[in-house]
């Protein structure tokens, strides 16, 4: 949750009162590094996080996760003796859900086992609202209000790169089954080049540098960026020309965001976590399909030559 919080902590947001970022991730870390020496901290914020799901009382509390770390925090918030914690009642495919979760919960929901990562959420979120499962064709999800999302072409570039000249070309992933091949890279990225585009190729580790590197190294004017926090990752995205990349959190939020956004599946499955909200988005390969550089060459083209390259 330290890392999601900046996704939604934005101002003005209807119905976002305040967030409560659980550090679970982080304390566990702590723990592995330190062990008993950090058992003392680690229950200190664990007491501060609990004090502020207690701050209020809470009518509804939904759970999208099926999770047990996730159902255990619901089980902390404060609750009304009328609450309802509504929550996911069902594996399914290619998830991570754990059965247990559900003790925690006073409603389940059933879900068909293949459906959409956002799709889920949404009727989880709407069992608990009274509301009827939504529609994704006739009732799109939408993510950020258009205002915000215009005010970020007015905001400076965090790496003083002119908007709509530059391509966000996310290569990595937390598991490397996931990633495009740096020769396929090269060869979008060198495409990109010759039509006056500047190719920026971000990272977050060191493996993930050293790969940023060697596509950058037989790809001129390439730029291989210093770290940049999610915050500034919305004003890129926002600014670019075009975001392409993998299956991973930063290309979906190019999609979120309603740039033109070319997803590439290699090793996960599409219908997972497509975007399909916006005709500006793009989804090429399959698990163990990857995209043909060909094909992404033909689509960057049609997202792109209509406003000009």
Partial sequence: MDLIAPLLSKDGFRGVDHLIPICLRRLRQEWREGGWRHFAPIMKSLESQKKH?????????????GLLKSAIITSLAKKAPHAMVVGIGNRTEGSGYEPLAKLFYTHRVKVPSQLHA???SRAVAARGLGKNFPIRIENPPKFYPQEFVHSLDGLSNPLGLTKKTYVMCFHATARIAKCWSVDAWIEVARYLVDHNLQVVLPWGNAQEKMRSQTIAHSVPQALVPAPFSIQEAFILNAQAKLVIGVD?????LGAVLGVPCIELYVDS????????WNPAIVNLGDTKKPPLVSEVLRKMDELLLPSGF
């Fill in 53 to 65: 799901l207690q701050r209020c009382s809470y009518d509804l509390v939904i759970e999208t996760q």
């Fill in 118 to 120: 956002v799709d889920r």
């Fill in 248 to 252: 991973t959190g930063l290309t979906h």
């Fill in 269 to 276: 499955p599409r219908w997972k976590t497509e975007g399909y």
